[in-house]
């Protein structure tokens, strides 16, 4: 069972920063790939970005040159820049990994951006 701990939601205003962490149970390194997610409400989960083993790293078209998912492996921490924040951003995010075959969830952690 992996587990997955986020952490450094709030409140901002538009144009503002904030970042995100997660933080897994298990190396970074056992996982091909990991992943941030949002769900807006009465909105699907949808996929923000994503960074693989190698450190490849792809976006959603709406986040691409403001966010940026990073990794640090001394701290075996993902995160989740987020820069110029609009309120459409306002959501709970989500950090996601899979390994053998699971799928994994943290708890998620709101992000309001206020206008």
């Known amino acids: 069972q992996v587990q997955l701990v986020e952490s450094g939601g709030g409140l901002v205003q538009t144009g503002g920063s904030l970042r995100l962490s997660c933080a897994p149970s298990e190396s970074i390194f056992n996982f091909n790939a990991m992943g941030w997610y949002r769900q807006a409400p009465g909105k699907q989960r949808e996929l923000v970005g994503r960074i693989n083993v190698g450190g490849r790293t792809d976006y959603a078209d709406s986040v691409k040159a403001r966010f940026t998912i990073s990794r640090d492996n001394a701290e075996n921490t993902m995160y989740l820049q987020m820069n110029s924040l609009r309120p459409e951003d306002t959501a709970v995010y989500y950090c996601?990994?899979?390994?053998?075959?699971?799928?994994?969830w943290g708890q998620g952690t709101q992000v309001t951006v206020s206008s």
């Open positions: 996601n990994t899979n390994l053998r075959s699971r799928n994994f």
